[in-house]
């Protein structure tokens, strides 16, 4: 299958990324059939190079360079914290209060390194309950949020939430393996819901401001609407944002 490509021209490639599809080979992930990079390389021609990083298990908007030049200038935007990335994310409960800030260092890809500061901005968008009894409760709450990270910490989002006891739906690493199971069982939902919804940045060689959005997949479309759940459209302001 192509990769979906949101945006291209001769510097810069913008894709909405699979959930399951690594971005490419690393210590990490070394035992996939295919590669992001692989296909797009085949798909476009040429070299391609990702300006930064989605985990395997996560959808949406991935930048990708024609050049090592311009990778590295996406990578200073990244570095910077002059991008802005939103993502939406179903989660187990229904945090409160229904907008925050998470607050709590993290380390990196290995848990025993030094913790950094990381701060993931939230808003909870939707809330439905489930009759389907899970352990002592007859019925499961869950919710959809927006998170917008201020930070680039290894697996960020995920961390966080499940640091204030609402972890992410479909996350093996470090959500409730009861709640993805409901999730398979129930809803026939198999991914993380976890997908990289818009990235505002500056184009690399024109300093265009640009914001690009990747569509949900059919899977994660299916569940919103068996839940009732609509996404926040264009506002004349721009983006729904979190509040800060």
Same mark, same amino acid.
């Given at each position: ?9 001769? !510097?810069?490639?913008?894709? =909405? ?5 690594? $971005? ?5 992930? =070394? ?7 692989? $296909?797009?390389?085949?798909? $476009?021609?040429? =070299?391609?190079?990702? *300006?930064?990083?989605?985990? +395997? ?10 050049? @090592?030049?311009?990778? !590295? ?39 025993? @390194? ?9 808003? +909870? ?10 352990? +002592? ?20 989002? /995920? ?20 709640? =993805? /199971? ?5 809803? !026939?939902?198999? +991914?993380?819901?976890?997908? !990289? ?24 479309? *299916?569940?919103?609407? /068996? ?16 509040? /800060?």
């Amino acid at each position: 299958m192509p990769i979906d490509i949101l945006y291209q021209d001769d !510097a810069l490639i913008a894709v =909405n990324k699979p959930a399951g599809l690594p $971005v490419h080979r690393s210590a990490m992930v =070394n035992d996939a059939e295919r590669y992001l990079v692989d $296909v797009l390389r085949e798909q $476009v021609g040429g =070299n391609v190079h990702p *300006a930064h990083r989605l985990d +395997r298990a996560t959808s949406g908007v991935l930048l990708v360079a024609r050049s @090592g030049e311009i990778a !590295a200038a996406l990578g200073e935007q990244f570095m910077g914290r002059d991008v802005h990335k939103q993502y939406l994310v179903v989660v187990r409960g229904w945090p409160e209060p229904a907008g925050g800030t998470i607050d709590y260092p993290l380390p990196g890809a290995r848990e025993t @390194g030094p913790r950094r500061e990381a701060r993931t901005r939230y808003r +909870r968008l939707a809330t439905t309950e489930v009759p389907i009894a899970l352990g +002592r409760y007859p019925q499961q709450r869950y919710a959809l949020l927006l998170a917008e990270p201020e930070s680039g910490r290894f697996r960020q989002i /995920r961390k966080h939430l499940a640091h204030i006891h609402h972890p992410v739906i479909g996350d093996c690493q470090h959500g409730r393996g009861d709640h =993805n /199971r409901l999730y398979k069982q129930h809803f !026939a939902c198999h +991914r993380m819901l976890l997908h !990289a919804w818009r990235l505002d940045f500056r184009h690399p060689a024109t300093g265009e401001a640009m914001t690009l959005q990747a569509p949900l997949d059919g899977e994660y479309t *299916a569940l919103l609407e /068996r839940f009732g759940w609509t996404l926040p459209g264009d506002e004349p302001d721009g983006p729904p944002r979190c509040q /800060r």
